[in-house]
């Protein structure tokens, strides 16, 4: 009964505040999301990132170790994409991988870790979120818009956030407190803000191709938690840490390859990859709370 308890605990809060969201963006189809963005992309996100790797106990080795875990769960995520576009007969696998690739490790995961693992696990996690955030401005872009551009991460404040914080858990050097504590309210906020978008989201992204979708997102929400059970397996990890490993590669689709999408991609290509965000979201609802049942029994 205590596993059902906790559960309920980890995630209730998450779905209540994507609850929030959901509701006002029914209430107000014209509500502007605008200011969430550009505060999640340029300050929220890159604050998150050093409190989360620099003040909640994790060490450099575990954050590149999971830095580099995640990297080889992503390469998995990207054959079985293929394949599974492939399959569809897609005509244009390049630019509908990224949603198969790169799940939503930031606006779902971050908080269900946190409250899942407590500081820690919101350490490794953030880890995890890190390289994912990194992928959306770099291989996400490239994927979409079929060229690469260096310019994108030169402005991307977090990719600053994940050399800063690499460097400050490298040479364990002790943050002053008042940016300890300002980080940490602004982490806060941005979860709150990103949880909330995501609802507001779900109000507004719709589903085109309801078959390919279905399909699709059963690649994300089953191939994925089965890849991260593999990577524990393979590399034999245990307690807090695998179990954030398992969450993380359990998420669906981030919502920040629609908005990739939509500034790099054909309108085509962006209704193909919105459909995939919102069915695999909503697949989330039923197999999230399963991977999190998991993770909390066997990786605590």
Partial sequence: MEIYIKLFEV???????????????????????????NFAANIGTPAMIIYAVTSTGITFEIFATYFWYYLIAIICFSIFGLITLYLLKTKDIIRELPPLILPNTGNMGLPICLFAYGSQGLGVSAAISSLIILFHFTLGVFLADRKFNFNVITRNPPFYAILLSAFILFNKIELPMFIINT??????????????????????????????????????????????????????????????????????????????????????????????????????????????????????
């Fill in 11 to 37: 995630l209730f809060p998450v779905f209540f505040v994507v609850g929030i969201g959901y509701y006002l963006g029914r209430k107000n189809p014209k509500i502007d999301t605008t200011f969430i963005t």
């Fill in 183 to 300: 980080t940490e309210w602004l982490m806060y906020a941005t979860i709150f803000l990103i949880l909330m978008s995501l609802g507001i989201a779900l109000t507004r992204l719709k589903v085109f191709s309801l078959n390919k979708a279905i399909i699709s997102s059963l690649t994300r929400m089953i191939i994925g938690p089965l890849i991260g059970i593999s990577l524990i397996v393979f590399f034999d990890l245990n307690g807090f840490a695998a179990g954030v490993l398992l969450i993380q590669c359990s998420m669906p689709s981030a919502v920040l390859n629609y908005l990739v999408a939509s500034i790099y991609s054909p309108k085509k290509i962006v209704d193909s990859v919105a459909s995939t965000i919102v069915v695999s979201t909503l697949m989330s609802f039923i197999t999230v709370p399963i991977v999190v049942f998991i993770a909390l029994k066997y990786f605590s």
